[in-house]
T-cell receptor, first 112, second 115 residues
Framework: NAGVTQTPKFQVLKTGQSMTLQCAQD?????MSWYRQDPGMGLRLIHY???????DQGEVPNGYNVSRSTTEDFPLRLLSAAPSQTSVYFC???????????FGPGTRLTVL | AQKITQTQPGMFVQEKEAVTLDCTYD???????LFWYKQPSSGEMIFLIY??????QNATEGRYSLNFQKARKSANLVISASQLGDSAMYFC????????????FGTGTSLTVIP
């Protein structure tokens, strides 16, 4: 039981490049979400999903795309990276929205 | 307006003493949930405690308790008998049921336990 896994742990991109942050969970959780954490701002919700095939926008969705084709996986795509997207990204999952969320270890992304 | 406000950027507490970390929230949704998470310097997020808006009693989990004052919209975390390992960032969070289960986090409080 690996919990929530994220890859990569670290990534450096150049402005305009695209990439996908991977997130997977093996707990059969329906609810998954992506957050970014910036200094002094806490965590902000980017996108979330309440089940396979269902996604919705959070507080700061611009510049990011998600899809949920399986219960286990919830990748986050940056279509054209910008320096403002430099942050630590956390993926989380829970059995339901009102349950505790289990967080992945995070991905530290730097956009030059 | 901020959904979650944590007004204490940094707190110090003597080992073995109790400490209260403040959290106020703003919502018009009658159904919501409040969470506290701990983030040690290693970076992972650790769930501590949960309180539902309809729960009649304050939540407790071991040395953690949540002082829920609904009318004042506050959800303070109380840590009893502080330990050195409690030194970390602490985040208060809220889920609003009526807005599609959006989650909001506060900016956090850095707690340092002094031996």
């Amino acid at each position: 039981n690996a919990g929530v896994t994220q890859t990569p742990k670290f990534q450096v991109l150049k402005t305009g490049q695209s990439m996908t942050l991977q997130c997977a969970q093996d707990m059969n959780h329906e609810y998954m979400s992506w957050y970014r954490q910036d200094p002094g701002m806490g965590l902000r919700l980017i996108h979330y999903s309440v089940g396979a095939g269902i996604t919705d926008q959070g507080e700061v969705p611009n510049g990011y795309n998600v899809s949920r084709s399986t219960t286990e996986d919830f990748p986050l795509r940056l279509l054209s990276a910008a320096p403002s997207q430099t942050s630590v990204y956390f993926c989380a999952s829970s059995m339901a929205p009102y349950n505790e969320q289990f967080f992945g270890p995070g991905t530290r992304l730097t956009v030059l | 307006a901020q959904k979650i406000t944590q007004t204490q950027p940094g707190m110090f507490v003597q080992e073995k003493e109790a400490v209260t970390l403040d959290c106020t929230y703003d919502t018009s949704d009658p159904s919501y949930g409040l969470f506290w998470y701990k983030q040690p310097s290693s970076g992972e997020m650790i769930f501590l405690i949960y309180q539902g808006s309809y729960d009649q009693q304050n939540a407790t989990e071991g040395r953690y308790s949540l002082n829920f004052q609904k009318a004042r919209k506050s959800a303070n975390l109380v840590i009893s008998a502080s330990q050195l390992g409690d030194s970390a960032m602490y985040f208060c969070a809220m889920r609003e049921d009526g807005t599609g289960n959006q989650f909001y986090f506060g900016t956090g409080t850095s707690l340092t336990v002094i031996p």
